[in-house]
DNA sequence: CAAATATATCTATAATTCTCGATATATCAA
DNA sequence: TTGATATATCGAGAATTATAGATATATTTG
């Protein structure tokens, strides 16, 4: 963890719906409808799901995504046409352990 | 801690200058030089010297430092003419467990 | 292969944030 | 009180981010 990779973190996390699905990614068999292909959580939650959940356009949460993918807040599975997207908590961690003193 | 305050809180930390900021109030003595009037460190370190390390204007940092306290990053003190500013470890922490699983 | 579906990317406008100079306020020192 | 110093606030233009529609790509299914 260095400065560039917490600010950018930092840039993800400065949006409520961001955090939102950071924190409803937490709990996907609370806060999620079950998937009707893939019969678990174990690789996230699939994007359209957390679109629905959002209501905000395609375009938008899909660029969220990929962004909160790069920083490696979140991992991106695909499994056919659908990408699943769970939280990464070793980064998490490190992020928290590099703000802490 | 809720989604609104953890957002700013993202905010705050979502620009190199100040999340530099808040690494540098980790270690007050091994950042800066020794304060002429108080004798310590114990309220943190005062607007001007953070502000020189920085190099940015009077205004900015001065508007940093506010927004930072204002959320509850930084506490700040005031010796007479001196602000001083110190890292609440409280907030930073419990916005950490919000974060976290 | 063609159609349907899920996601990603492009592009452009709207909204927000950044940053500083100017100015205001507060405190100290003479 | 006057001048000097430290910090805060205001106002504006520059830079960045937000957001969505249009379109492209990838995958599945018939």
């Known amino acids: 963890m260095d ?3 917490a600010t950018q973190i930092g840039k993800c996390l400065s ?6 699905i950071m924190e409803w990614l937490k709990e996907p068999e609370r806060n999620f ?3 009707e292909t893939l019969k678990h959580f174990n690789d996230g939650v699939c994007a359209s799901y957390i679109q629905d959940k959002t209501k905000m356009s395609q375009s938008t949460i899909s660029t969220y ?4 993918e790069k920083c490696g807040l979140l991992v991106m599975t695909r499994h056919g046409k659908w990408s699943y997207f769970k939280r990464n908590e070793k980064l998490i961690k490190a992020y928290t352990k590099y703000i802490i003193k």
Chains 1, 2 share one sequence.
């Open 65 to 68: 995504l990929t962004n909160m």
């Open 3 to 5: 400065l560039k990779l």
């Open 33 to 35: 409808p079950p998937h």
């Open 15 to 20: 949006n409520q719906t961001r955090m939102q």
